[in-house]
């Protein structure tokens, strides 16, 4: 199914949309069906392997957190560099690893 909405520009989501919306321009699955067939593996199992493969990557996680959370580790890069100094760059260092600490726990305890 294509994905072609329309949504304010102040919608938290609206990085997300835009993405699903050009992605869905293609249909995967004649890329998926051919495959199948060269390969002798259910077309069903393979599309579970790609999405359970697309999701184990972390990309659940950048779902989940949202646009809003991209912007706030990028603010944290953008504020050390218009402060110009190493201490707020090396803030901004620790600040970030702590972010990232907690966004990988998922993926460090399944």
Request: a negative charge; one cysteine or more; hydrophobic letters at 40%.
């Given at each position: 199914?294509?994905?072609?909405?329309?949504?304010?520009?102040?919608?938290?989501?609206?990085?997300?949309?835009?993405?699903?919306?050009?992605?869905?321009?293609?249909?995967?699955?004649?890329?998926?069906?051919?495959?199948?067939?060269?390969?002798?593996?259910?077309?069903?199992?393979?599309?579970?392997?790609?999405?359970?493969?697309?999701?184990?990557?972390?990309?659940?996680?950048?779902?989940?957190?949202?646009?809003?959370?991209?912007?706030?580790?990028?603010?944290?890069c953008e504020n050390a560099e218009?402060?110009?100094?190493?201490?707020?760059?090396?803030?901004?260092?620790?600040?970030?690893?702590?972010?990232?600490?907690?966004?990988?726990?998922?993926?460090?305890?399944?």
């Amino acid at each position: 199914m294509r994905y072609a909405a329309e949504w304010p520009d102040d919608d938290p989501h609206a990085n997300f949309k835009r993405e699903v919306a050009e992605y869905t321009r293609q249909d995967p699955l004649p890329t998926l069906r051919r495959l199948a067939e060269d390969t002798g593996i259910p077309f069903d199992a393979l599309v579970r392997y790609a999405l359970v493969k697309w999701t184990a990557e972390g990309s659940e996680a950048l779902l989940a957190m949202g646009p809003r959370m991209i912007e706030r580790l990028n603010a944290v890069c953008e504020n050390a560099e218009t402060a110009n100094t190493d201490a707020a760059r090396l803030q901004a260092y620790d600040q970030l690893r702590q972010m990232l600490s907690w966004l990988r726990l998922p993926l460090q305890d399944p």
